[in-house]
Structures are given as C-alpha cells and as structure tokens.
C-alpha cells in the first residue's frame, strides 16, 4: 500500500548560544531585517464597529490596488503612536545596514514597473539551497529578512542552508512568523493575558502600551456555537441568539480586545470557521508590505491551523502563551526540524473521499512517526487532487503527529486564489514571486531531487472508504470491515478499541417512546449524525456529495430516524450559497441535516443536548450509543457524554450512518433502508459517482460567493455591532463576572527572576496510561452539574442552564482551575479501575475531585507531579491544559512522551517536562503514584543544560534517570523567569 525508507536522524549535542535578553518591542522592530513597516503602521483591526480613529481603516487586503497609502496611514496613526517619527527614521536606514543588502532585489512586472522588492535566494548562489524542501526554504527566507545578529544571527541562517548536515543534530533555530491566528476559546484567554499583562506593566512602573501586537493577529469566533436548536428552518438564528445570550460579556470582551490592542482583527460571530477563513479570506501566500514582498506564515493558537499549509502558506499550531510572546515581537525557538517526504503517485479511484484519504494518510504517518517534523508532499499524483483535498490532508496533520503536513504553491493553488476571489494582479504577483524565490513548484517542468530526513510514497489508487474510530482519530477501520470491527470492540475489554459489554447484553433493545411513538436503541444506533468541523466543512466535493446522497434516498424514499441529532455546521457562508445554488440544501432538509450555525458545533463538543428519552434510553439501560461526525476528534467524552462510542466520516457518509440508524452495519451486504414500495435500498443505490459531484462542483461554487460572503462579514452583523465597548486601554475587571476574571500569574512579581524552582518530596497528583489528550486534562465541553466548577458557579448564583461551556469559560481563571483533569471519562491509576475526575489524596487515603485534592496539597505546602504515559497532551493547542495543572499546584510532569504543543506549553507555565528514559515507564519501574518524588535538577540556571539527564528518587528508595525536555537554552530562560510571559514582561520592562 505504501513503501518506507529512512535515513538515520541522529540527535546530538548541539552548540547552543549564552541565554539572550530580549530588546523591547520597539527595539525588536526597528531591528527587523527586512524594511517592513513599524507595527503601529498597521493600526488597530476590526470588523464591524470601532474608535472613530481607526473605523475607516481597510483590513489586510488580497488587491495591491486597495492597499492604502503608507504616507495616508502613517498620518492616521501619528496622533496615536509618537514614536513613529523615531520608527520611520530607522527603516529608512535599515536597507544599507541589513547584513543580506546585497540580495534585496527587484522583483519587475511583465508589462512595466515592479510588484516590490524581495530578498533573493538564488542570488545567495548556494547549491544547498536547491536541494532543500520547499518547507524549509520559507525558514531560510524569514531567517534572511529579520537578519539583525542579534534576534537572528547569520549563523541561524547558515544552520538551516546546511539543513542537510544540521537538522539530525536537533540544532536550534529563531523563527519570526509573518502573522498569528486566534479563535475565541484560546483567543480570549491570549486577550486575558495580554490585558493582565499591561496590569503588570503598569505596577512595575514601565509602560503598558508596550503590551501590543507587532504583527498582524487575526481572531475568528467561531468555538461558541452550540447545537441548541436542529433541524429547523430557523436553527441558525435561534442558535445565534442563544449565542450571544450566553457569551455577550466575552463578545464585548473581545471587541474591546481589537480596539485596545494595535494591529488586532476580530471576526464577528457567525462567520465562520477560523480555519475556512483563513483559506479563504484571510491567507496571504505572499506579503506585499510597504513594497517588500516575503512568503506569508502563520502560527495559530489552534492547532488546526495547519489547514493553511494546504494553500502553501507555512503554518502550524502553538499554545497560547507562546503565541502571545510571538505577538510580543518574541522569536519563536525552535528545533530545526527533519522533513518527511511523502510522494503521492496515482489517482483515487471512483466514489472515494478526501475524509478517506486523509484517514489513510493519517494511519501511514503515525506507524511512520512524524512527531516534531515537517511532511512535504509531491509526485504526480499532486496533479489530481484539488486545493479542498490538500486542506483536507493538511488540516489533520496534528493528528498525524507532524508540526507541518505542507503542500508547495502551484498551479492549482494558483486557480484556487482566483476561484476564491483573490484579483489577478495579487495572483500574479504570488507567482511571480515564488517563481522568482524558487518556492514554485511547476509540475510541467523537470523536477529536481529534493533531499527529505526520510521517505513515504501512496499510490492514490490504492486508498478505500474508511471510517476512524470509535475513541481516537487514527484508528482507521475499511467500510467493508465497519461490522466485524465493531462486534469486535463491543467484545474486547475497555480500551481505545473494546466496551466490554457481554454476550448476553450485545442485543439488548431499549425501548422508549419519542414524541408519543415507540422508538428503540441497541448497542451501536446512531443518536448524533453531524456534518462539521474544518476538515470537511471547507472541501465542496465532499459537502456536495452529501447532498447528493441525500436527495438520492429522498427519491428512494429513505427518511432518517427523527430521534437522530442531525446537524450542518457549514465552515462559512460560501457553502450555503453553493449547497442553495446546486439546489441540494432541500434534500439535506428533509434528511434533518438543516443548518444549525456557522462553527465547529459537534466536532469541540458544541453538540448541545440529544432529548431527554434518547438519553434516558441510554443511560438507563447502558447502551452504548454512536455518534458519526464528519470532524478530526472523537477523543472519550468530547462529542457528547452519552456517546461512547465516536467515528469520524466523510459528510457522504455522515449522511448514510443516519440513515441506517447504527454503526453495526455491513453496507457491501446489508440494507441502508427500506424505501418506496418496501423495497431493500443499499448504499451503492445513493453513491454519487466521482463525475456526478464533479459536474455539481463544476456548476455551482462560483467566486462571486466568495466575494460575496467576504465583503458581507466585514460588516459584521446586528448582535455583534450592538455590543458597546469602553475605550480606555486598560481592561477594567469586574470581580463579579464568572467570564473574565484577572488571573494571578504576575501577582507579586519582582523584575528579579526567580530561578528554578525544585522538587522535593511531592506528591503523585494522578498517575495516568497512554494517550491523555487535552481533552482528559481540560475539557472544553459540558460543565457537570456536580463538578468543582459547577458548585463555583452555583455559588454565585448561575443557574445551571446558563453553565455554558468550559471552553466559553477560559477567561475565567477560578473555572477553569475547578475544570482542570475533569473529564468524566479520565482513568486514573490510583483509583483502581474507577473512572472519572477524582484522585486519591495520599496522606489521607480520601477519595476527591482532582480539584479539591491539589487545593488540599497546595494549602499544606505540599508540592505534586504527575506520571504518565505516551503521547500526554495529544489533540488540541489548549493552553489551559498547562495552565490548570500550574494552578492547582503541579511542578512537573513525568511521562513516556509529549505532544510537541503540550510540551511547549508546559515549559510556558513553569512546569518541568521531564521522560522516562527508552523502554521505562511508571510500570516497569514499579511506580504506584503513592510514593514521594524528589527530582534532582540544580537550582542554579547555568547549570542545566536542554535535554540533559536528571535522576529522580522516591521515599521508598527507588531511584532512575529521566531526560528534562527544555528543548532549547531559550525555554531554560522561560523556567529561570517562572514561564514565558514573565520573561516578556521583565524584558519589556527593562527598556
């Protein structure tokens, strides 16, 4: 099916630099290697309603004829930032002092005059450069144009022309993106921060306008939506309001956020997905900034922000806390990674998906392992697969474990800009430059070798309809094996594959009426069918498809089941003009599939409540009921808490499982319905051909949608534009709100740094097995009626039904604290087999929430760790999965392996990422989490080194060695100061 060869990455000692003090923001700016115009140039960004001073301004726009004057705009923003005269002055000078002066060039039109000027990879005349994938070039590009040898040194840059030789040795490189991403759970938070950080600023008697984003920050709202209301004409509006009723005090938070903060763009609710607005709208490929022209790069607080490498634009996810040292002017640190390179030969072949391809790529990568690399992809097989299919792909790469699933910029990138209303002239100078750059990949000329860490290679032809579940993404099941798969699972013992339920109880029927008829549900029935999330949502070939699958079995005479949640989140406002256009919407009505809202719903447990005698039925008879959704999660309790079991499938087949009603189906042999004339339907019946969804696509999705629904959101909508906002720049807290609330990170902070902190004698928090995601640690769905955040709220007098969710709550320190290790679904060790959201108390031996027990240790003094497995801190970027266990008294966290953002976030917090050395772990070491641990790491920061070995010791006498993932000598600098932010905020300070 797919063939692998590597080469040996070896990691090594690398030469690392002293640990660096870091200039103000202002400093950093005028000290940027390329003449790039001051941040303050950029103004404050909104949609919808803002200050007078800055509500004429124009967003980033595609069209180089709209983009506004510079001597206009500097006029603009002069009364607001007296500093620009200071500013102006030094980009003037800045061409004649770049170290790389001598490769600024030109970059002329075809018929006269020049798009800009760049800074030429060719004219470096260095053959290395041609053999390095394309993903790396950006690197060496960004490296090259913020050269100022102090943030960036021309040794950085020669480490990633030599990527060859330096990326086995794990060298570490700074990297400035062009621009951040947000979306409202982790982007109010990041706003939280940044306002606590002025706060900070002030008390320690610096400047508070120092806190502001010198790069273009874009939020889109689109986490709040919740599935209140379905299958309803007027579902979107009624969800809408419901809303607005629930998060008005984070909306006008935010909004606040985009006037307050410089360069600050906020994307009103009802949009869309952060993720198809970035495709669609807000991904540049190319800056033309002032007349410099450079490659666009992103990096989002979500960690799906790799959808946009599908659009050949380098992006990745990152925790917020890290994100908010990027907006700082802060370069990001990081290793300089190995490249996969995956070859895609062939073509899929009829009636196969983008959803099953990307679960088939999802499967190859994890066997292969990609953890901390880029995936590139190229061949042949590149030539058939549409930009929607490369999102696709690239959107899971979180999934596939690499920090990049990147697609290079070519002609069908190229035809997607224009198809998405990007103008002609802006579409010709991306390619222009790229070409230019050597960054453009023209696949009717000779291609040459490109040197990658490791190789991949898929024949097209060979992926097959597949489903992935029913606990996690990776866990590929073939359609024609769905049925056995699942018999086994009901089967095997409680794991990612197995619910043990017995023999004797695998066809129990609950009967229960709905709506005054008799309904039933066995083990496996499908009670949430969900077309949603940004994987899917964004590809017209698959959200056609359903709508093709749909009107089939209305012609057959098909009907879902009206006890099935059914639900369409489109990923923005361009799907529903093409679903309308092409006339499929009618169908996908009349299957209940109606349009819920514009978000990502289901797939980030947004699913809202199934009805009362669906969950009755369940609970009461412990059914193990399904959920089929077309998203990238399906992790233990984050659809929904009565869904045990959670596939993920292409909208095609979202469709199909609500129809048949059940996942315990072989479609090759069985029946999807009885329709007209009592006739059996199978799925091959309502199976749109390739060339069908073809010729819909061909005929319906036009750019003058995209066109369309872009100019419209910039208007933003009535709700949002009502919201009233204070003007000053200082957030004033109230200490009633449960929404907003000032965290405590910078109380009693001192411009000294407080060193290392050490470990003694702590305690075991939770001790945990493989693959806890930051869905275990802090979920962002349902908050439980009996849990610690619960009682907070109620104590405040917050009726149950205005709970809302733990994601709608990240500004709000005290719930998310309560909400932290609370997922219902969490195995912990210490518990013996029991599973939700409790722990042992060791002193005691009492049984409590993980909450009251961490709030016992702290107050005693006591401090905590906690053991775990592989993959701790798998799924989504959620910074408060860092943030919740520092608050509750963590100090260190000692497991197999982290996912990379996790990781990163740890060290952010001031919390030590320590793994067990190869072949160990809490069991094979005989570690029962009832022991006392003392981690041996100096207490002087000159003496650690990144990844060196510390030994760790217990009250009983056992003794081993783990490795300390501070992966870089900035990271040692962000645990010498207590996390990444008080380093921002010292150094900031101290200019």
């Not at 021309?154 to 993106?177: G, Y």
């Not at 696709?392 to 474990?401: D, F, K, L, R, V």
């Not at 898929?458 to 097959?464: A, G, H, Q, T």
């Not at 004698?761 to 995601?773: E, K, M, R, V």
């Amino acid at each position: 099916m797919y063939k692998t060869t590597s080469s040996s990455l070896l990691r090594a000692a690398s030469s690392r630099s002293p640990l660096l003090s870091s200039r103000s923001s202002l400093t950093q700016s005028s000290s940027s290697a390329s003449p790039s115009p001051p941040s303050s140039l950029l103004g404050r960004r909104s949609f919808g309603t803002s200050s007078p001073a800055f509500r004429s301004l124009p967003r980033w726009s595609h069209c180089l004829h709209s983009r506004p004057s510079p001597f206009r705009l500097s006029s603009q923003i002069r009364a607001v930032s007296p500093g620009l005269d200071r500013l102006e002055r030094n980009f003037s000078s800045m061409a004649s002092e770049h170290p790389f002066k001598g490769i600024f060039t030109t970059l002329p039109k075809p018929g006269g005059g020049e798009f800009g000027k760049f800074y030429s990879l060719p004219a470096l005349n260095d053959p290395r450069i041609d053999k390095l994938p394309y993903s790396i070039r950006i690197l060496l590009e960004s490296a090259i144009r913020n050269c100022d040898n102090f943030q960036v040194t021309k040794e950085d840059v020669e480490k990633i022309i030599d990527w060859e030789k330096t990326a086995p040795k794990q060298v570490e490189i700074p990297f400035k993106p062009a621009r951040v991403l947000l979306q409202d759970f982790t982007g109010v938070p990041a706003v939280v921060d940044l306002a606590c950080m002025r706060d900070a600023m002030n008390k320690l008697g610096s400047d508070s306008n120092k806190i502001n984003p010198l790069v273009p920050v874009d939020l889109v709202i689109d986490h709040s939506v919740q599935v209140d209301v379905a299958r309803s004409e007027n579902a979107v509006q009624a969800n809408m309001e419901l809303e607005f009723q629930r998060n008005k005090e984070r909306f006008a938070f935010l909004k606040w956020g985009s006037t307050a903060f410089q360069n600050m763009l906020v994307v009103p609710p009802g949009s869309g997905i952060v993720h198809q607005v970035n495709l669609e709208y807000l991904g540049r490929v190319v800056f033309n900034t002032q007349g410099v022209l450079y490659p666009d790069s992103v990096v989002g607080t979500d960690s799906h922000t790799t959808m946009i490498d599908g659009l050949g634009v380098a992006g990745w996810g990152v925790g917020g806390i890290e994100a908010e040292a990027t907006m700082l002017g802060q370069p990001m640190s990081m290793v300089l990674p190995g490249v996969v390179g995956f070859k895609l030969s062939g073509k899929m072949r009829n009636g196969v998906t983008a959803t099953d391809l990307v679960l088939t790529v999802t499967q190859i990568l994890r066997k292969h392992g990609v953890v901390g690399k880029f995936v590139e992809f190229y061949g042949d097989g590149m030539s058939g697969l549409s930009l929607a299919d490369r999102a696709t792909i690239a959107n899971m790469s979180p999934e596939n474990g690499e920090t990049m699933g990147f697609f290079p910029v070519d002609h069908v990138t190229l035809q997607y800009l224009k198809l998405t209303g990007r103008s002609d002239e802006t579409v010709a100078m991306i390619e222009a430059y790229l070409r230019a750059n050597n960054m453009f990949v023209d696949y009717n000329e000779p291609q040459q070798d490109r040197a990658y860490s490791s190789y991949l290679e898929l024949n097209l032809d060979n992926v097959e309809p597949c489903i992935s579940g029913p606990k996690r993404p990776h866990d590929r099941v073939p359609l024609k094996e769905m049925k056995a798969d699942w018999n086994s699972c009901l089967d095997s013992k409680v794991g990612f594959k197995g619910f043990a339920i017995p023999k004797e109880a695998q066809e129990k029927v609950a009967n229960f009426s709905f709506n005054g008829k008799p309904a039933e549900i066995t083990h496996g029935s499908v009670v949430i069918a969900a077309i949603t999330s940004c994987t899917n949502t964004s590809n017209p070939s698959v959200m056609l498809g359903a709508g093709l699958v749909a009107k089939k079995a209305c012609d057959l005479g098909l009907q879902v089941k009206p006890w099935i949640k059914t639900s369409l989140a489109p990923g923005s406002g361009v799907v529903t003009k093409y679903l309308l256009k092409s006339g499929l919407q009618e169908y996908l009505n009349q299957q209940g599939f109606n349009i819920v809202g514009y978000g990502c719903t289901t797939c980030i447990g947004n699913s809202g409540e199934i009805n009362e005698s669906v969950g009755a039925a369940i609970t009461e008879n412990d059914i193990v009921a399904a959920a089929v959704l077309s998203g990238n999660r399906n992790f233990e309790g984050r659809v929904h808490p009565l869904t045990r079991a959670n596939y993920l499938a292409s909208p095609p087949l979202v469709v199909a499982y609500a129809l048949a009603g059940t996942v315990n189906i072989d479609f090759e042999t069985e029946p999807i319905g009885t329709g007209k004339n009592g006739k059996d339907v199978f799925l091959r019946e309502i199976w749109p051909t390739t060339e069908e969804i073809a010729e819909v696509v061909q005929s319906s999705v036009l750019p003058d949608m995209f066109r369309a629904t872009y100019e419209s959101i910039t208007k933003g909508n009535p709700m949002w534009n009502e919201l009233s906002v204070p003007e000053n720049t200082l957030y004033s807290w109230d200490p009633k709100s449960t929404y907003i609330h000032e965290p405590p990170y910078f109380k009693d902070m001192t411009m000294e740094p407080p060193g290392p902190h050490s470990v003694n004698d702590a305690y075991c928090l939770l001790n945990f097995g493989d693959s806890i995601t930051t869905d275990h640690i802090s979920p962002a769905g349902n908050i439980q009626k009996d849990s610690p955040a619960a009682k907070y709220l109620m104590e405040r007098g917050v009726d149950r039904k205005d709970f809302n969710s733990y994601g709608s709550r990240r500004g709000n320190d005290e719930i998310m604290a309560r909400g932290t290790f609370a997922n219902i679904r969490i195995v912990n060790k210490l518990m013996n087999g029991e599973v939700g959201p409790k722990t042992v108390h060791i002193p005691s031996g009492e049984k409590l929430s993980v909450f009251d027990a961490a709030m016992r240790y702290k107050s005693s003094g006591e401090d905590t760790i906690i053991l775990a497995g592989a993959e701790y801190g798998s799924g989504s970027s959620s910074d408060w999965a860092a943030k919740g266990p520092m608050l509750q008294g963590v100090k260190a966290v000692i497991a197999k392996s982290f996912e990379r953002i996790h990781r990163s976030n740890l060290v952010g917090m001031g919390i030590i990422p320590l793994c067990f050395k190869s072949g160990e772990d809490a069991d094979t070491l005989g570690l029962t989490g009832h022991e006392r641990y003392t981690i041996h790491l100096p207490t002087d920061i000159s003496e650690i080194r990144p990844g060196q070995d510390v030994t760790v010791t217990t009250d009983n006498g056992k003794s081993f060695t783990c490795t300390v993932r501070f992966d870089t000598e900035v990271e040692l600098a962000y645990f010498n100061h207590g996390g990444i932010l008080p380093y921002v905020i010292r150094n900031l300070s101290k200019q």
